[in-house]
Structure formats: C-alpha cells, structure tokens
C-alpha cells in the first residue's frame, strides 16, 4: 500500500502526460504570441495615385506586444505624425521600411532580410494619402504581397514567387 504522503504526487505523475498533450497546441502561447512571416513586399504605384503626388508608405513589422494594439488603432496620419515617438518608446520593438513613389511607379520586389523579420508578431502597412480615410492595412502571413497605390486608396495582396 502506497503512504498517504505519496498519493499528490503520484496523481501529478498521471496527470503530466495529458499536460504535456494538452500543451502542444499552446506554444505560441508561450513563445509570446504567433509570428508573422513575409518574405517580400512590391509596390506598385498607379497612374494618378494620391492624386499624382508621391506618397509615404511605411511597412512596420512589430515586435513588441505591447506596441501592437497601439499602432494598430492609428490611421496612417497619426502613424506619420506619432513615428518618432513609437521610435523611441519601442527601439528594439519594431522594423519600419519605408518609400516615397511617385505615381506611375513600380518598383522591383524588396526582399526582406531575416534581422527585419525576425520575431516580428503583427505587420501594418500606412499610405500618407491626401484624402480623407484610415489609409492602414493589418497584414496576414505570406511569402510576398503586392501594395498597390490606387488613387485615394490602396489595397493589399498575396502574390506567388
């Protein structure tokens, strides 16, 4: 007969295999969140976007939980506006590649190198139009995307190597 000391653990040792089961599905649980992966970005920029002016575009890959929910309420103009200090609050905390295409412009794909990319959590996408609108996009998991520069928007999408 087992010591009535013994019992606790002897139920925890029954228990860690379903724990250990139940656990695999968790790990970005702990790993800090799930990961966004892209590879590439091309921008085209249509005849008369942005009403034939050029236009900031900024991708920022996120890194920091913290700073994703508050990027992600920003319409592009705050974006641009607020940069500097995400910049200083967030150092480590976010990769910004940035262009400025003038309408008519296509510019050849921008491989990402692995030190922008890693560990980032979430991806936007601001477009400094001169319209009124949000002019962001939360970007999903793909290996390239295509931005493409329409006149007082722009739309964002999977495109195949």
């Known amino acids: 007969m087992v010591p009535p000391h013994y019992r606790p653990t002897r139920r925890l040792m029954l228990c860690l295999p379903a724990l250990a089961l139940a656990g695999c599905g968790m790990g970005s649980l702990f790993s800090g969140g799930p990961s966004l ?4 970005v091309t921008l085209v ?4 976007s942005n009403r034939n002016r050029p236009v900031a575009v900024d ?6 939980e ?3 929910d508050q990027i992600g309420a920003l ?12 910049q200083r609050d967030f150092p ?3 990769t910004i590649i940035g262009w400025e295409p003038v309408p008519a412009l296509n510019l050849p794909p921008r491989e990402l190198t692995s030190e922008e990319k890693s560990g980032a959590k979430a991806g936007f996408i601001f477009a400094d139009y001169s319209t009124p609108g949000d002019h962001r996009a939360r970007l999903e998991s793909a290996s390239a995307i295509r931005v493409t520069l329409r006149p007082d928007d722009f739309i964002v999408e999977p495109i195949s190597k």
Do not use: C, E, N
């Open 66 to 68: 913290a700073a994703i």
């Open 92 to 94: 480590q905390g976010m």
């Open 45 to 48: 920029a249509q005849p008369g």
């Open 59 to 64: 991708l920022v890959l996120v890194k920091t």
């Open 75 to 86: 319409s592009a103009a705050d974006w641009f506006h607020r940069k500097g200090q995400f």
């Open 37 to 40: 992966t892209i590879d590439s």
